[in-house]
């Protein structure tokens, strides 16, 4: 099995059919009104709307949402799950009714690390930035594949920084469950790049890589 794939950030009809289309995992949709790639819950819930049944898991980034705006955002856009940012933790959700992915961000000691209650479905690895990530900063590959040993057997997400030029190095230096891509996946910015456009291209040559290089 190669590693999955999760595009995050994906603003348009097209990219969430283009993801469907490429066999992407899962798709990630900015719920922080603070990021460039931020949606309403509105216009998320039209982009949720285009992914089949089959298709990639729904996932909705937030960031220290109230308990009442969380779960209206999970049943009104149709989320399969949540990718929590921020200083609240996944038990002030007690009522949260699909599963959450726990975000570590930056190199934090690994002694310091202690699994939240209730147990996260998967755990992010990402790097620390501002903005909650989405700026193309790459990770410390050799502590993220520490950070997965560690935290095994929960399945882990490699974020920060990748693209087509270093995902194949990262899922062999990291071995993943998975990457999550941004930035990446959408091209350089001096070359008119809008965060949130993605590039099909792009997609499918992390598609591409993540079913050749084994984690």
Known sequence: MGCALKICGVTRAQDVDACCELGVDAIG???????????????????????????????????????????????????????????????????????????????????????????PQWILLDAAVAGFGGRGVTH?????????????????????????????????AVRPWGVDVASGAEGPRELGAVPGHKSRDRIAALRSICDTVRP
């Open 29 to 119: 949709f900015n719920l922080w009104p603070g990021s460039p790639r931020g949606l309403t819950v509105a216009a998320a819930r039209v982009l949720a709307g285009r992914v089949p049944s089959s298709g990639p898991l729904r996932i909705g980034v937030v960031v220290d949402p109230s308990p009442s705006e969380l779960y209206q955002a999970v049943e009104q856009v149709g989320l399969d799950a949540v990718q929590l940012h921020g200083t609240r933790a996944a038990a002030d959700y007690p009522d949260l009714a699909v599963p959450y992915i726990w975000v570590i961000r930056g190199t934090v000691p690994l002694t310091a690390l202690r699994r939240p209650h209730p147990e």
């Open 140 to 172: 410390d590959w050799i502590w993220a594949a520490a950070a997965r040993e560690a935290l095994a057997p929960t399945p882990v997400w490699l974020a920060g920084g990748l693209d087509p030029d270093n995902a194949a190095l990262a899922i062999a």
